[in-house]
């Protein structure tokens, strides 16, 4: 069965440098989750889309933007990376139907130097 | 304010034995769905269980089962004949209906031992 796609994987960046997650949801789900996953920490939400537009927005900082595209996938944009902004993000893809339940992606680790 | 709770960091448990997490929760909203991922070593987060919250009825999906107590606010899941497999944290978690925005519990890291 089709899963949540991320890319890259792992991504490695310079402080103040700019780094683009992408993620694919799974076919037909109609909403998309940006995850943020310090080291031991709970993933904090930063931000939705339902249809393609912003739905919901958590504790995303003002140099992050995302943005979900025609084919449904979506993309986190992060400007001025800073060295807290080393964590895994993760992408979740879910149908708009209460209790469905997300389906992750296996993440981005991104690590700012 | 919405919150969710895991009071043991971590756990472990023999192979083969049965093991109990604590989850906790505060909301004042009566329709919510609750549920339990597993994020192993490689980081992927697994759904493990749902619960929806009119349901009387506590969710089983094979070893996985869960107490729910509704009044106590109170959703524990109980790990049967535990695997190695199973080493991984545990994260509690809930939705209101109407929202589709997850609140997590801080998460217990559960160690199955051979």
């Known amino acids: 069965a089709a899963g949540v796609i991320q890319s890259p994987r792992h991504l490695i960046k310079e402080k103040r440098e700019t780094a683009t997650l992408k993620c694919y949801p799974i076919?037909?789900?109609?909403?998309v989750y940006w995850y943020q996953q310090g080291p031991g920490q709970d993933p904090q939400f930063l931000i939705s889309?339902?249809?393609?537009?912003?739905?919901d927005k958590g504790s995303i900082p003002d140099r992050f933007s995302a943005q979900q595209f025609s084919d449904y996938h979506s993309e986190l944009n992060m400007s001025s990376l800073e060295l807290g902004d080393s964590a895994l993000y993760f992408c979740?893809?879910?149908?708009?139907?209460?209790?469905?339940?997300?389906?992750f992606g296996s993440g981005t680790r991104l690590t700012v130097v | 304010a919405q919150t969710v709770t895991q009071s043991q960091p971590e756990m472990s448990v023999q192979e083969a034995e049965t093991v109990t997490l604590s989850c906790t929760y505060d909301?004042?909203?009566?329709?919510?769905?609750l549920f339990w991922y597993k994020q192993p070593p490689s980081r992927q987060m697994i759904l493990v269980i749902r619960?929806?919250?009119?349901?009387?009825q506590n969710a089983t999906e094979n070893r996985f089962s869960v107490n729910f107590q509704k009044a106590a606010k109170s959703f524990s899941l109980k790990i049967s004949d535990s695997q190695l497999g199973d080493t991984a944290m545990y994260f509690c978690?809930?939705?209101?209906?109407?929202?589709?925005?997850?609140?997590f519990g801080t998460g217990t890291r559960l160690k199955v031992l051979a």
């Open positions: 979740a893809s879910s149908l708009t139907r209460p209790g469905y339940g997300y389906t």
């Open positions: 076919p037909r789900h109609d909403t």
């Open positions: 889309f339902y249809e393609k537009m912003q739905s």
């Open positions: 909301t004042s909203e009566n329709n919510y769905y």
């Open positions: 619960q929806e919250a009119y349901k009387q």
């Open positions: 978690a809930f939705i209101t209906s109407g929202t589709y925005k997850y609140i």
